[in-house]
């Protein structure tokens, strides 16, 4: 491995990114399965998967992305108030977006990355220290 490489990869924004993926194909893969192919009702089953993906980003944030040491509950609640602001901001950037006129999926991958900014700094600055 490169020293640019290396460099890259110990990076807190690219483990990050790396645990969002993660996250995603936890929580996606996880609706399948228990949707898709065991026939559980689509509200139980997206709620088990969006918790499975919570525990998966928040655990490995705190362990692999910042490597944190500090107080799991203060952390813990710190993430959960996060999590809420984003969903607030999400519904209302996405209403706002669509309303002049861009596309949903457009504005859902627009909220998303402004989000995902906001959410490295602040795991980086508030949560994980």
């Known amino acids: 491995m490169t020293a640019g490489a290396l460099?890259?990869?110990?990076?807190?924004?690219?483990?990050?990114?790396?645990v969002g993926g993660a996250?995603?194909?936890v929580d996606?893969?996880?609706?399948y399965l228990l949707h898709g192919l065991a026939g559980l009702r689509l509200e139980p089953a997206t709620a088990l998967a969006f918790l499975a993906g919570f525990v998966v980003n928040f655990a490995l944030?705190?362990?692999w992305a910042f490597s944190s040491t500090g107080r799991l509950?203060?952390?813990?609640?710190?993430?959960?108030?996060?999590?809420?602001?984003n969903l607030l901001f999400t519904v209302l950037l996405m209403?706002?977006?669509?309303?002049?006129?861009v596309m949903y999926l457009v504005a859902k991958v627009f909220t998303t990355a402004v989000l995902s900014t906001v959410n490295y700094f602040a795991s980086r600055k508030w949560i994980f220290v």
């Open 95 to 101: 209403r706002a977006l669509t309303t002049l006129g």
């Open 7 to 18: 460099r890259l990869y110990r990076s807190s924004g690219f483990r990050f990114l790396l």
């Open 23 to 25: 996250s995603v194909v």
């Open 61 to 63: 944030n705190r362990q």
């Open 73 to 85: 509950r203060r952390q813990l609640v710190a993430y959960l108030a996060l999590v809420g602001a």
């Open 28 to 31: 996606a893969g996880l609706l």
